[in-house]
């Protein structure tokens, strides 16, 4: 499985953008899709996750301002992360993630700047 991320930029604080990860492979294997991040200095943390029949958690961080939401075809499924109302706390490396029975995959980085 192939994960391409792209989306990432610089926003003002309130801004909106959207995180797209373009997947590609053996994606009928994924059953679960997440998106995490990673701040300077810190941790990488789960931001949002949505499985093939489309439950999805989200962090509290996040809850309210994110949505996470994916397109399922083949050969490519593509899942979103809408970002609105957008802090400097949001400032992250953000990764797209999938998990498939034993295996998980990552993409590369978008880096997301929320800055005025």
């Known amino acids: 499985v192939q994960l391409q991320a792209s989306g990432g930029g610089l926003v003002q604080p309130g801004g909106s953008l959207r995180l797209s990860c373009a997947a590609s492979?053996?994606?009928?294997?994924?059953?679960?899709f997440g998106w995490y991040r990673q701040a300077p200095g810190k941790q990488r943390e789960l931001v949002a996750t949505?499985?093939?029949?489309?439950?999805?958690?989200?962090a509290d961080s996040v809850k309210d301002r994110f949505t996470i939401s994916r397109v399922n075809a083949y050969p490519k499924s593509t899942v979103y992360l809408q970002m609105n109302s957008l802090k400097v706390d949001d400032t992250a490396d953000y990764y797209c993630?999938?998990?498939?029975?034993?295996?998980?995959?990552w993409g590369q980085g978008t880096q997301v700047t929320v800055s005025s």
């Open positions: 949505i499985t093939r029949g489309g439950t999805t958690t989200y």
């Open positions: 993630n999938a998990v498939g029975g034993a295996m998980i995959y």
């Open positions: 492979g053996s994606i009928f294997s994924i059953n679960t």
